[in-house]
Protein backbone atom coordinates (compact mmCIF):
# COMPACT_ATOMS: atom_id res chain seq x y z
CA UNK A 1 0.00 0.00 0.00
CA UNK A 2 1.21 3.72 -1.21
CA UNK A 3 2.00 5.65 1.66
CA UNK A 4 2.81 9.82 2.61
CA UNK A 5 4.36 10.89 5.50
CA UNK A 6 4.90 14.85 6.75
CA UNK A 7 7.37 14.64 9.80
CA UNK A 8 7.04 18.46 10.27
CA UNK A 9 4.05 18.61 12.51
CA UNK A 10 3.60 22.30 12.50
CA UNK A 11 6.24 24.85 10.74
CA UNK A 12 6.67 28.86 11.02
CA UNK A 13 7.92 31.15 8.86
CA UNK A 14 8.21 35.30 8.52
CA UNK A 15 6.50 37.09 6.21
CA UNK A 16 8.41 37.97 2.97
CA UNK A 17 10.78 34.42 4.11
CA UNK A 18 11.15 31.30 2.38
CA UNK A 19 9.68 28.19 4.44
CA UNK A 20 9.83 24.48 2.71
CA UNK A 21 7.65 21.67 3.66
CA UNK A 22 8.96 18.17 3.43
CA UNK A 23 7.23 15.23 2.47
CA UNK A 24 8.13 11.54 1.90
CA UNK A 25 5.82 8.53 0.16
CA UNK A 26 6.37 5.00 -0.38
CA UNK A 27 5.44 2.77 -3.22
CA UNK A 28 5.96 0.22 -5.97
CA UNK A 29 4.53 1.93 -8.83
CA UNK A 30 6.48 4.31 -11.27
CA UNK A 31 3.48 6.10 -12.69
CA UNK A 32 1.70 8.31 -10.30
CA UNK A 33 1.18 11.96 -9.64
CA UNK A 34 2.04 14.36 -6.42
CA UNK A 35 0.20 17.01 -5.02
CA UNK A 36 0.27 19.47 -2.52
CA UNK A 37 -3.11 20.82 -1.46
CA UNK A 38 -3.71 23.95 1.24
CA UNK A 39 -6.41 24.32 3.66
CA UNK A 40 -7.49 27.17 5.14
CA UNK A 41 -9.85 27.80 8.39
CA UNK A 42 -12.33 27.79 5.53
CA UNK A 43 -11.62 23.95 5.02
CA UNK A 44 -11.92 23.59 2.08
CA UNK A 45 -8.98 21.74 0.22
CA UNK A 46 -7.24 24.10 -2.47
CA UNK A 47 -4.90 22.17 -5.09
CA UNK A 48 -1.38 24.23 -5.20
CA UNK A 49 0.63 22.64 -6.77
CA UNK A 50 0.97 18.78 -8.88
CA UNK A 51 4.34 16.84 -10.26
CA UNK A 52 3.66 13.74 -12.67
CA UNK A 53 6.30 11.05 -11.90
CA UNK A 54 7.28 10.75 -15.20
CA UNK A 55 8.21 14.92 -15.75
CA UNK A 56 12.51 15.18 -14.48
CA UNK A 57 11.77 18.85 -13.99
CA UNK A 58 10.03 20.16 -10.59
CA UNK A 59 6.82 21.73 -10.78
CA UNK A 60 6.37 25.85 -10.28
CA UNK A 61 3.41 28.16 -9.49
CA UNK A 62 3.86 31.79 -8.81
CA UNK A 63 5.27 31.49 -5.31
CA UNK A 64 5.24 28.15 -5.10
CA UNK A 65 7.77 25.41 -6.30
CA UNK A 66 8.79 21.87 -5.49
CA UNK A 67 11.57 19.40 -5.41
CA UNK A 68 11.25 16.21 -6.59
CA UNK A 69 13.28 13.49 -5.92
CA UNK A 70 11.81 10.47 -7.27
CA UNK A 71 14.66 7.95 -6.56
CA UNK A 72 14.60 9.16 -2.90
CA UNK A 73 10.39 9.38 -2.77
CA UNK A 74 10.70 12.46 -1.80
CA UNK A 75 8.86 15.71 -2.46
CA UNK A 76 8.98 19.06 -1.06
CA UNK A 77 6.98 22.29 -1.30
CA UNK A 78 9.39 25.67 -1.39
CA UNK A 79 7.23 28.43 -0.88
CA UNK A 80 8.51 32.11 -1.28
CA UNK A 81 7.90 35.23 -0.61
CA UNK A 82 5.54 34.17 2.47
CA UNK A 83 2.52 35.93 3.01
CA UNK A 84 -0.26 36.00 6.20
CA UNK A 85 -2.63 34.48 3.45
CA UNK A 86 -0.43 31.38 3.04
CA UNK A 87 -1.17 30.28 7.00
CA UNK A 88 -3.05 26.98 6.40
CA UNK A 89 -2.79 22.83 6.75
CA UNK A 90 -0.90 21.99 3.88
CA UNK A 91 -0.97 18.46 3.06
CA UNK A 92 1.19 16.30 0.44
CA UNK A 93 -0.97 13.77 -1.66
CA UNK A 94 -0.17 10.67 -3.86
CA UNK A 95 -2.42 9.68 -6.62
CA UNK A 96 -1.66 6.38 -8.36
CA UNK A 97 -1.93 6.99 -12.67
CA UNK A 98 -3.94 5.25 -14.49
CA UNK A 99 -7.40 5.63 -16.99
CA UNK A 100 -9.26 5.60 -14.29
CA UNK A 101 -9.27 8.10 -11.61
CA UNK A 102 -7.19 6.46 -8.32
CA UNK A 103 -8.39 7.27 -4.88
CA UNK A 104 -5.74 10.36 -2.96
CA UNK A 105 -3.61 9.41 -0.40
CA UNK A 106 -2.70 12.07 1.78
CA UNK A 107 -0.27 12.74 4.43
CA UNK A 108 -0.99 13.78 8.10
CA UNK A 109 -0.59 17.55 7.19
CA UNK A 110 1.66 20.26 8.25
CA UNK A 111 0.00 23.12 9.60
CA UNK A 112 2.21 26.44 8.60
CA UNK A 113 1.80 29.89 10.68
CA UNK A 114 3.12 32.87 8.83
CA UNK A 115 4.34 35.92 11.70
CA UNK A 116 4.03 39.22 10.13
CA UNK B 1 -17.70 27.32 -13.25
CA UNK B 2 -19.22 27.01 -10.23
CA UNK B 3 -16.97 24.86 -7.69
CA UNK B 4 -18.08 21.61 -5.87
CA UNK B 5 -21.00 22.03 -3.54
CA UNK B 6 -21.90 20.37 -0.09
CA UNK B 7 -24.65 20.50 1.99
CA UNK B 8 -25.23 20.91 4.54
CA UNK B 9 -22.27 22.61 6.17
CA UNK B 10 -22.89 21.48 9.57
CA UNK B 11 -24.74 18.70 11.15
CA UNK B 12 -25.23 17.44 14.60
CA UNK B 13 -26.99 14.08 15.08
CA UNK B 14 -26.97 11.57 18.07
CA UNK B 15 -25.97 8.12 18.65
CA UNK B 16 -27.77 5.84 16.98
CA UNK B 17 -29.16 7.97 14.04
CA UNK B 18 -28.85 7.72 10.53
CA UNK B 19 -27.59 10.83 8.04
CA UNK B 20 -27.41 11.50 4.22
CA UNK B 21 -24.76 14.07 2.95
CA UNK B 22 -24.99 15.40 -0.35
CA UNK B 23 -22.07 16.81 -2.79
CA UNK B 24 -22.55 18.49 -6.54
CA UNK B 25 -19.67 18.35 -8.29
CA UNK B 26 -18.26 20.89 -11.17
CA UNK B 27 -20.54 20.54 -14.17
CA UNK B 28 -18.72 17.93 -16.10
CA UNK B 29 -17.13 15.95 -13.83
CA UNK B 30 -18.64 12.70 -13.38
CA UNK B 31 -16.15 11.43 -11.27
CA UNK B 32 -17.22 11.78 -7.55
CA UNK B 33 -15.05 10.72 -4.49
CA UNK B 34 -15.65 11.10 -0.81
CA UNK B 35 -13.09 11.53 1.85
CA UNK B 36 -13.61 11.41 6.16
CA UNK B 37 -11.05 13.74 8.05
CA UNK B 38 -9.96 13.44 11.63
CA UNK B 39 -7.60 14.68 13.77
CA UNK B 40 -6.29 11.23 14.45
CA UNK B 41 -6.62 9.34 11.46
CA UNK B 42 -6.64 12.68 9.11
CA UNK B 43 -8.04 12.27 5.63
CA UNK B 44 -9.30 8.70 4.30
CA UNK B 45 -10.95 7.64 1.55
CA UNK B 46 -14.26 6.20 1.48
CA UNK B 47 -15.56 5.18 -2.03
CA UNK B 48 -15.62 6.66 -5.63
CA UNK B 49 -18.15 6.99 -7.80
CA UNK B 50 -18.52 7.63 -11.81
CA UNK B 51 -21.80 7.54 -13.49
CA UNK B 52 -23.61 6.15 -11.11
CA UNK B 53 -21.54 3.23 -10.38
CA UNK B 54 -19.45 2.91 -7.11
CA UNK B 55 -15.49 2.57 -8.75
CA UNK B 56 -13.13 2.31 -5.33
CA UNK B 57 -14.18 1.40 -1.77
CA UNK B 58 -12.16 2.51 1.23
CA UNK B 59 -11.45 0.58 4.25
CA UNK B 60 -14.75 1.73 6.02
CA UNK B 61 -17.49 -0.65 7.44
CA UNK B 62 -20.66 -1.01 5.56
CA UNK B 63 -22.91 1.41 7.50
CA UNK B 64 -21.13 3.96 5.29
CA UNK B 65 -23.08 4.24 1.84
CA UNK B 66 -23.45 6.13 -1.30
CA UNK B 67 -25.09 6.55 -4.34
CA UNK B 68 -24.56 9.49 -7.49
CA UNK B 69 -27.42 10.18 -9.40
CA UNK B 70 -27.63 10.32 -13.41
CA UNK B 71 -26.84 14.15 -12.67
CA UNK B 72 -23.31 13.24 -11.34
CA UNK B 73 -24.59 14.57 -7.96
CA UNK B 74 -23.66 12.06 -4.94
CA UNK B 75 -24.87 11.22 -1.59
CA UNK B 76 -23.52 10.04 1.31
CA UNK B 77 -24.96 7.99 3.86
CA UNK B 78 -24.06 6.60 7.30
CA UNK B 79 -26.62 4.44 9.41
CA UNK B 80 -26.19 4.26 13.08
CA UNK B 81 -24.19 7.01 13.62
CA UNK B 82 -21.29 6.07 16.22
CA UNK B 83 -19.29 9.25 18.40
CA UNK B 84 -16.18 8.30 16.36
CA UNK B 85 -18.12 9.39 13.43
CA UNK B 86 -17.76 12.91 14.16
CA UNK B 87 -15.64 14.15 11.16
CA UNK B 88 -15.29 16.53 8.20
CA UNK B 89 -16.70 14.78 5.30
CA UNK B 90 -15.09 15.79 2.09
CA UNK B 91 -16.40 15.55 -0.81
CA UNK B 92 -14.14 15.61 -4.42
CA UNK B 93 -14.90 16.06 -8.39
CA UNK B 94 -13.06 15.55 -11.03
CA UNK B 95 -12.79 13.95 -14.95
CA UNK B 96 -12.63 10.98 -15.60
CA UNK B 97 -8.80 10.40 -15.98
CA UNK B 98 -7.71 13.80 -14.57
CA UNK B 99 -4.87 14.02 -12.78
CA UNK B 100 -5.98 16.51 -10.12
CA UNK B 101 -9.31 16.57 -7.29
CA UNK B 102 -11.34 19.65 -6.99
CA UNK B 103 -12.88 19.65 -2.82
CA UNK B 104 -15.84 21.23 -1.84
CA UNK B 105 -15.75 23.46 1.72
CA UNK B 106 -16.74 19.63 3.48
CA UNK B 107 -19.57 18.83 6.10
CA UNK B 108 -19.18 19.07 9.36
CA UNK B 109 -20.55 16.07 11.11
CA UNK B 110 -20.64 15.97 15.27
CA UNK B 111 -22.40 12.77 16.81
CA UNK B 112 -23.77 13.40 20.12
Known amino acids: ?116 | KAGVTQTPRYLIKTRGQQVTLSCSPISGHRSVSWYQQTPGQGLQFLFEYFSETQRNKGNFPGRFSGRQFSNSRSEMNVSTLELGDSALYLCASSSDGATEAFFGQGTRLTVV
Do not use: H
Not at chain 1, 29 to 53: C, G, H, N, T
Not at chain 1, 67 to 87: H, M, P, R, T, V
Not at chain 1, 103 to 110: A, I, Q, S
Open chain 1, 1 to 116: AQTVTQSQPEMSVQEAETVTLSCTYDTSESDYYLFWYKQPPSRQMILVIRQEAYKQQNATENRFSVNFQKAAKSFSLKISDSQLGDAAMYFCAYRRAGIRNTPLVFGKGTRLSVIA
